[in-house]
């Protein structure tokens, strides 16, 4: 099976400064989703599918079928759309493997019961580390690249690597890793494996912030422009200096103003807790737990 290079189309949510990608086999129309986004407004409590949405239209104008909704990790700063396009395309939900022991941790903290099975089996597919899967023609690899959280996945197809919050544009620098189940050692690690990638690859973000003194928001690089130019791990810094840094600027951070309910729905593969007696579901804001 020829592996060749996927057309990658970013979709821009700007309420999270999310980036969601469809990312296509150009020898057929076959394609995956990568990071989906729900829109959800916190005051009020509603969701709707508008980002969603725009991705449908996409692959309606298109033609394409899509075979995978993937996730980099579980997000803490926006709600996924993967059971909605789930249900519109019939696709699989796929998720680093290691969303086990997200959802240990995360489930104790929400206090989510015995109804939430902590063994990852909302999902439809579990990546280890080193798997292989294909899109149409693509082969799509997975590295495993904890840090940020313990189950973040890296996805190699063809010359494109999806990094999620691993890695922030080169002005930006790096995710931070002050979650439950983060370390900067590991990130450290983890970016290390990334950027031995061939230098050419290109690098897609999962958000940016634009950074001082830019005034556009970007989400391609590369890994040689990472390894120059990445301000917080680039031009050869050391695993010391960078655990140093990271820790002392994650002290200083706020909670991302949508983990509490992103991070209980995300850990579900989407999906809202079940409904209570009442017929609505509702989501819990835990006291004092972050």
């Known amino acids: 099976m020829k592996n060749q290079i996927p057309e ?3 979709f821009f949510d700007e309420a999270t400064n999310t980036i969601s990608y469809v990312v296509r086999d150009p020898s057929s129309s076959k394609c995956a989703l990568v990071d989906s986004v ?3 407004d916190v005051a009020s409590g509603t969701t709707s599918y508008e980002s969603a949405d725009v991705l449908l239209n996409f692959m309606k104008e298109n033609k394409l079928d899509v075979e995978w ?4 990790h579980v997000h803490a700063d926006h709600l996924s759309a993967a059971p909605y396009l789930k249900e519109k ?4 939900i796929g998720i680093g493997s290691r969303i086990k022991e997200v959802q240990q941790v995360f489930g104790k903290i929400f206090n989510a019961g015995t109804d939430f099975e902590m063994d990852g089996s909302q999902f439809d597919e579990l990546f280890d580390d080193g798997a292989s899967f294909t ?3 693509l082969i799509a690899k997975t590295i495993h690249t904890p840090g940020h959280t313990p189950a973040c996945m890296t996805y190699i197809v063809g010359d494109a690597a999806f990094v999620g919050d691993t890695l922030f544009m080169p002005d930006f620098g ?3 890793t002050d979650f439950s189940g983060g370390n900067a050692t590991d990130l450290y690690h983890s970016i290390s494996s990334i950027l031995t990638l061939d230098p050419e690859t290109r690098l897609f973000m999962c958000h940016d912030y634009k950074a001082p003194g830019r005034d556009e928001f970007c989400w391609e690089t590369t890994v040689a422009e990472q390894r120059e130019n990445n301000i917080h791990v680039g031009k050869g810094k050391t695993c010391e200096e960078f655990v140093k840094f990271r820790t002392e600027r994650d002290e200083k951070l706020a909670m991302p ?6 991070v209980q729905v995300n850990m579900r593969a989407g999906q809202m807790p079940k409904k209570e007696g009442d017929g609505h579901h509702y989501l819990k804001i835990p006291i004092n737990r972050f």
Do not use: D, Q, Y
């Not at 395309?89 to 699989?92: L, N, S």
């Not at 103003?257 to 992103?262: G, H, V």
């Open 257 to 262: 103003k949508l983990i509490l309910p992103s």
């Open 38 to 40: 729900l829109n959800f």
């Open 135 to 137: 899109i149409g023609n």
């Open 174 to 176: 790096t995710a931070r």
């Open 8 to 10: 990658v189309s970013g």
């Open 69 to 72: 909704i993937l996730e980099t």
């Open 89 to 92: 395309t019939g696709a699989k």
